[in-house]
């Protein structure tokens, strides 16, 4: 028997398939009924059924309010080692019900992301459920100095570790991307100033997004929430996901 036969010959056959069901919903951003997990994973809706039960139990998984399934929140507190420590964990539990509050009102999606490590996490997501509400993906890596989202939280880093990042080379993604230094450092001034971030289309030209940042009880800032959109909308609606945007990520910090 070779290694590889004797390795599978002998593994556990429940954790395969929850393994299995973990895989798919990981593909799918906008989560999967009972059926398809089912269907995706080669069991019985009855299995399907208990072993999501015991994922819900766990947060492994959460349900969202049309039934569909979508990764939860415990993923990361499990991957702290490799992705977020405690205190993104913690960011992420207060804020998963104020940006599922959030989202079902405006229909866009809302997401949550903390620095680690010189990498930008999305630590927390509730997708939107209109149309043409943008995805997003839990654990998903961004550019650390392009998009709103971003620039709050490089804006608060110390002054070295900014300097650091604004030493490096950093990508141009479209025409309005800031990788000029001087020009980055301005921006991020503004963004201090302000109190709160946009992004014009740094990272791509036809979506635009607002955040503001989320503070600890020191009034440090940990973390950013921010509500991605396409350009095309009408100013009064702009200024209605920026005050949404803010109001929440107050709602969080006092939370904190």
Request: hydrophobic share 45%; proline share 4%; with cysteine.
């Amino acid at each position: 028997m070779s290694d590889e036969s004797e390795l599978s010959a002998n593994r556990n056959p429940a954790i395969e398939k929850m393994m299995a069901i973990l895989t798919e919903i990981e593909r799918q951003p906008n989560g999967l009924p009972l059926g398809r997990v089912a269907e995706a994973a080669g069991v019985t809706r009855s299995t399907a059924y208990r072993i999501l039960n015991s994922l819900l139990a766990h947060d492994m998984l959460r349900q969202l309010d049309n039934s569909h399934f979508v990764l939860g929140s415990r993923l990361l507190s499990l991957a702290d080692s490799v992705t977020v420590g405690a205190l993104g964990t913690r960011v992420a539990a207060a804020a998963q019900p104020v940006i599922d509050e959030v989202s079902r009102t405006l229909g866009e999606t809302v997401k949550v992301s903390v620095c680690d490590r010189g990498q930008i996490v999305v630590v927390a997501v509730s997708l939107g459920r209109k149309a043409r509400a943008l995805q997003a993906q839990l654990g998903e890596h961004l550019p650390i100095h392009a998009g709103a989202g971003s620039k709050v939280l490089l804006a608060h880093l110390s002054r070295e570790e900014m300097e650091r990042v604004l030493g490096s080379k950093l990508p141009t993604y479209t025409e309005r991307t800031l990788s000029d230094p001087g020009e980055l450092l301005s921006e991020l001034e503004k963004v201090r100033q302000q109190g709160w971030s946009k992004d014009p289309g740094e990272f791509d030209l036809s979506v635009r997004a607002y955040a503001a940042p989320i503070r600890n009880r020191q009034g440090l800032v940990v973390a950013a929430l921010s509500i991605p959109f396409f350009a095309d909308v009408s100013q009064d609606y702009e200024a209605a996901l920026l005050d949404a945007a803010q109001t929440a990520a107050q709602r969080i910090s006092d939370m904190l």
